[in-house]
Structures are given as C-alpha cells and as structure tokens.
C-alpha cells in the first residue's frame, strides 16, 4: 500500500524540534565552547544512553502505559554483565546473558501489566525497586570492576573511536565518533524501520488509543504489550552495556534517577502519558535538547543546582512552546505566507 | 407477599460481601502484622504486636499519611503531584531561615508565610496543569526540579538545625498514655486532617465536583462545572499540604536541609495508591491511605525488627506492593460484579413484585 504524503503542516514536525532549536542556539550564541567538534560529539556519546532508554519508554507511552523501571533494568543487567566478565567469562557471553536478562525482567512486567491487570505506575515503581534490589545484592553495593584478559577484549575495542576527524590539533577540535554511537545508531535504525516500515505502529497506536477496541478488532494486544515492554528491558539492557564499555567498570547505583529523565526526554519529543500517538524522531530530537542543556550549562561553570532549576524552566517553555505552536498554527502559517509573499493577509486571520 | 424479607437478605448478603471487597488494604494489613507477629515470636522470641511497637508504627505512619493525603486529592482530578518532596524542602529551607534570623516574632507568622508559598506553588502548577495544557505528570515534574533547585541555591550545602522546642511538640509532643500505647500529635494531626478531608470529599459539593472532574473532565466541564477551577483548588491544597508535611517533619527532624525528603513523592504515590486510588482519578477513599500508611511503615518497622539487610528490604517491598496492588484491582472488579448483580436482582426482584 502506498502512503499519501501528508501536506506540510508545522504540528506534523516533531515537537521537540523548536526546543531544540531554541536551546542549540542559544547554547551557541552563550557559551563559545559548546559549538565545537569535540564537544558535540562528546554530545552524542553522552545522550546516547538516554536515547535507547527514551526509545523504549516511548514505545512503552504509546501503548498508554509507563515503564519507570528502566534505571533499576540497566542498573541490574549492567551488574549482571560485569559480576560475569569479573568471573572471566568471555564478553560475548556476559553481553548477550546481560542482555537476555533485560528482556526476561521486561517480560516479567509486561505478564504483571497485562495478565494480571495490574496499573502500570505502581507496578513498575515496584519492580524498579526490585531491579535495583538485586543489583545492590549482586555487586554487594560496590563498584564491580574486572582485570582487561583476552577474553573480554571486545569490550575494550568498543570503547574505541570508530572515526576520528581533526580540524586542529587540541582535543575540542576533533571530532570522534566512537563504536558506541554506532551501535545506539545501528539500534535505533532498526527500532524506527520496525516501527514505521511495519504494521507494528498502527498496532501500537490502537492500543493506546483504547485497548478494548483495539482487541475487539482482532489485534493480540497482550502479547504486543508484554513484547513492547520486553523491547524496553532490552533498550535499557543495551544502555547499560554502553555504559560499562564506556566507564570500565559499574556501580550498581548507575541507572537511579534516569527513568525521569527518559520521560522526560519522551513527552518534550512530543508523547503523550495518555498513549495512541507520538514519534520516535521527536523523542531523539528531545533527549539531545535536554543534554544540550545540561552541556552548556556545565561548560559555562554554572552550579548543579542552578542546573535543575534552568531544566525545570526548559522542560515547562518547551511544553509551552508545543502547546502554543498547535493552537496558532494557522495564524503563523499565514504570517510567514503575507511576509514570504510581500503581501498583508493578517486582518483576514 | 415475602419479598420484603427475601430481598433484605440477598441485599444484606450484597453488603457484606461489598464490604469486604472494598477493605483489600485491611486484609493486606492484617497479613502483614501477622506474618512479622509469628516471624518475630519464633525467631527472636519478641513481641511484636505490643502496644509500644504498635504506637511507634501508627506514629510514624501518621507523618505519611499527611503527605499520603496530599497526594491522593491530586490524584483524584487525575493529576498526580510529583512535587510533594520539593515542596517540603524549598518551604522548610526559608522557614529555617527565618526563624534563625529574628527570634522575637511570634512563630505563627513563619508557619503561615511558609503555608501560603506551598498554596502558591499549588497555584502555579495548577496554571501550568490547567491553562497552559502541560500534563501534570511534567508539570508537577518541572517545578520539582525548580523547587529542589531553588532549595539547594538558597541554603547550599550547609544544614540549619535546633530549632525552637515550642515548635517541635507538633511533632514530639505525647498527649496521653494508655497502657504502654502512647497517643501522640501527630497522630491526633493525621486524624483531624482526614477527618476534614473526608468530610470535604463526601459531604461537600467541592468534594463532589472533585470527583466527577475526576472520572470524566470532558462531562463535568459539559454540565457546566468550572473544571479548571477545581482541578486548581485541588493542586493547591496539594501544594498547601505538601508544605504543612514540611513542617512536620523539620519539627521531627529538628533540622532543616535542602536534601530532604529526597523520595517523598514516591512514598506519597505509593501509600495513596495502595490506599485504592488510581492513577486515572475519580476512584478513591480517604480512609485508604490511612490503611497504606500503616502497611508501608509496618512493613519498613518489620523488616528491620527481623534484621532484613537494607538491599532486600526494597525487593520485599516491591513484591509487597505488587501483591497488594493485584488484590485491590482483583477485589474491586468482584465488587463491581456483585454491584451489578445486586442491581440486577433489585431489578428482578422490583419487576417481580409488581407483576404479583
């Protein structure tokens, strides 16, 4: 079947698009250092970890339910990973167990949400709990750390750069993309062909939309649920694998506090708590904003907890902004049309 | 001819049956206490259904079910306040400072001050919530980090403590003793608060506007109810609440710090979940949450009567909270079906007798 193309419209870009517009420029214009090689692809390794935790969060809002326990998902299967590379077991192995364990844990959520109907919040709040519970068990609450051995070699060669561009010879004018980028690229390729080239988006979106309806019309929606939360426990699994390659070692605390973020990341990309719409180029469009923010901010040597309030102030001008750019649409439209045109058609409005 | 006391018996057995559907957090209660009562009796050979453990827990419990409170009259519009714990902090942070700088004027006037920024940050997320069309979820999150902020800029890394001991009875303060069971004033505060609240919610047009926002926003704005005006009321006594529980527990603490109840929101969304309301809103009963209270702080109390290492006690915990989440649902679905089927057997029973 082949798809109209959908006249141009400003509520059909991402929303997160203008947040990060706004934010990229005026981080530019602000801070001199943020706009260097080296420092956006600092950028991107940095958000990536966010990102695949955002994609799975968004597949899970759109379902209409919310999955809060991806911290303690990536803290659990990240200590899962390295107690196994610590016990000299080669790193292919500790990966695709680490990984198996994110999608059994989401699995697990899923059966609780669908089968046993219980509301998604507080399920996966308590499950969050038990994540991080086991993590704390696991590495007995300490940094778990491994000797580098020909057999976990491979986590060494993924925390290489994968390509290195110099425009100058200090460190802020290469620019580095490394193999983690790669592999969060080559991941969130395949989610959005999968999500957008199949029919698993109009799947989604009807559950979302009603979940009733969307079983009376023949959809298996429980299965579809429990596999997207299974797709969120192994979005998170592969968050964690970035970020043991990345710092060499795990604490069992890394992933508290980051299902907020992924959230938040998610709705200011234009998903709604409610389910039955949303994008996944929008939620990649709001996890670089929200870290472009917090890049500048500590670039330019601003307190931590100056930090959290210009967030705060982000997160509710960028929902204002998305709201604001829906309700005056047509208005906009016709103020850049009389401008583009030369001529005046903003009595008419 | 014997209808009558036919159906005053099925209605009867309806009732019953009702009332037991709806108390789930009652039998979780009951299970719980009983489980650590024969745990502790056979492994340490202590009691721990004595009457100073048992006030130790319902004081402790009452400190929850403030917050508890607060979050539940949130969630009863369906927007959940995620900043309950910033709110304490930021208000609790200036109301230290103030009593530091001048301590000859009267305490009410802080304590009041303090109360009206927590109603104005209430006000503002409502504006946000309601005019500016944020989802609560983000609002509520947005002014978490604002207020969290503004507490760590406004007080640093530093931590004001000893405050005035006047102040402290709100939370220290024993009222009576009865046996080894100690009535204290948080207790009789929590009391008096759902007391209120109860009676605000039930026998109250407010309260009854709450709900019917609550359960269907597009209906209750199409019957002419000034939707968002309520669900700003609401956000607002949330706020005030929110900082009331500040207070309470700065009195408790003796110290004022802008870390402070770091995961409060949590706990107040927990304990008022269990308490049967829902995250969708519309459904829920005050008394609830004086039920989840008790459950969560017997089950931390327990779990550190039996000497549970403190990385399993979340893990219980969440399997705790899963159970008694899946018997609220399930009990309230049985309720619901007796419900119908005592509708069902009224209609039976009213066309029945009037073919007789």
């Known amino acids: 079947m082949k798809q109209h193309k959908k006249p141009f419209r400003l509520s059909n870009l991402p929303n997160s698009l203008y947040v990060l517009f706004v934010v990229f420029i005026a981080a530019s214009l602000a801070v001199p250092k943020f706009l260097t090689p080296g420092n956006l692809s600092n950028l991107i390794l940095q958000s990536s970890i966010l990102l695949l935790l955002s994609f799975g969060m968004s597949l899970v809002l759109m379902t209409g339910c919310i999955d809060l326990s991806v911290g303690g998902i990536l803290s659990m299967t990240g200590v899962v990973m390295a107690t196994m590379l610590r016990m000299n077991v080669p790193a292919i192995w500790a990966i695709a167990i680490g990984l198996l364990t994110g999608v059994l844990f989401g699995t697990m959520n899923g059966l609780l949400i669908t089968k046993l109907r219980l509301p998604s919040f507080i399920t996966t709040f308590a499950t969050m709990g038990i994540a991080q519970s086991i993590a704390n068990v696991v590495s007995e609450k300490r940094t778990v750390y491994w000797d580098p051995k020909p057999s976990n070699s491979l986590i060494d060669t993924l925390g290489k750069d994968f390509i290195r561009i110099e425009f100058g010879q200090t460190a802020k004018e290469v620019l580095t993309i490394s193999y983690l980028v790669l592999i969060t690229a080559v991941v969130i390729t395949v989610v959005m062909l999968l999500f957008n080239k199949t029919t698993l988006k109009s799947r989604v979106f009807a559950i979302g939309e009603n979940e009733e309806i969307a079983r009376l019309a023949g959809i298996k929606t429980h299965f579809w649920q429990i596999g997207i939360y299974a797709a969120s426990g192994l979005l998170a699994a592969m968050a964690s694998l970035l970020v043991l390659i990345r710092t060499n070692s795990l604490q069992p605390t890394t992933g508290e506090g980051l299902e907020f973020q992924a959230v938040v990341a998610a709705v200011l990309g234009g998903n709604t708590l409610k389910g039955g719409k949303g994008s996944l180029t929008g939620t990649i469009l709001g996890a670089l904003a929200l870290y472009s923010v917090r890049s500048a901010l500590s670039l330019a040597g601003i307190d931590t907890s100056v930090v959290m309030i210009v967030i705060g102030a982000v997160l509710i001008l960028g929902m204002w902004l998305n709201e604001t750019i829906q309700m005056y649409e047509e208005r906009i439209v016709g103020m850049l049309r009389s401008i583009l045109m030369g001529r005046n058609h903003g009595h008419n409005a | ?356």
């Open chain 2, 1 to 356: 001819m014997d209808t009558m006391p036919r159906l005053h018996r099925i209605l009867d057995i309806h009732t019953l049956k009702r009332g037991l559907y709806s108390s789930s957090i009652f039998i979780m209660l009951f299970l719980v206490f009983g489980v650590f009562t024969i745990y502790n009796r056979v492994a340490f050979d202590t009691n721990y259904l004595k009457a100073a453990n048992i006030s130790v827990i319902v004081n402790q419990a009452s400190f929850l079910m403030v917050v508890g409170v607060a979050q539940a009259i949130a969630l009863l519009t369906g927007d959940v306040n995620l900043s309950i714990g910033s709110v304490m902090a930021v208000t609790t942070v200036l109301f230290g400072r103030m009593l530091q700088q001048s301590s000859d004027i009267p305490l009410f006037i802080p304590i009041m001050l303090i109360l009206f920024l927590g109603a104005c940050i209430g006000f503002l997320n409502g504006i946000l919530i309601t005019k500016l069309k944020i989802p609560a979820f983000i609002a509520s999150f947005a002014t978490m980090y604002i207020c969290r902020g503004f507490a760590w800029v406004f007080l640093g890394k530093t931590v004001i403590y000893r405050l005035d001991e006047g102040f402290r009875t709100i939370s220290m303060g024993k009222v009576y003793t009865i046996g080894e069971f100690t009535i204290t004033v948080p207790m009789l505060i929590a009391l008096a608060l759902i007391l209120v609240v109860n009676f605000m919610l039930t026998r109250s047009t407010f309260g009854r506007k709450i709900y019917f926002v609550g359960s269907n926003v597009v209906a209750a704005q199409a019957s002419g109810i000034p939707t968002d005006r309520v669900r700003i009321t609401n956000q607002v006594i949330s706020s005030f609440l929110a900082a009331f529980a500040g207070l309470l527990y700065v009195a408790r603490l003796n110290a004022c710090e802008p870390g402070m109840a770091i995961k409060t929101h949590f706990e107040a969304i927990t304990v008022a979940l269990l308490g049967g309301f829902v995250m969708t809103g519309g459904y829920g009963n005050v008394w609830g949450v004086v039920g989840g209270a008790i459950i969560m702080t017997a089950i931390q109390n327990g779990m550190n009567s039996i000497q549970l290492p403190s990385e399993l006690q979340t893990l219980v915990m969440g399997l705790i909270i899963i159970l008694t989440v899946f018997m609220n649902t399930f009990l309230l679905e049985k309720k619901m079906l007796v419900a119908d089927k005592n509708i069902e057997t009224k209609k039976a029973i009213i066309s029945r007798g009037a073919q007789i």
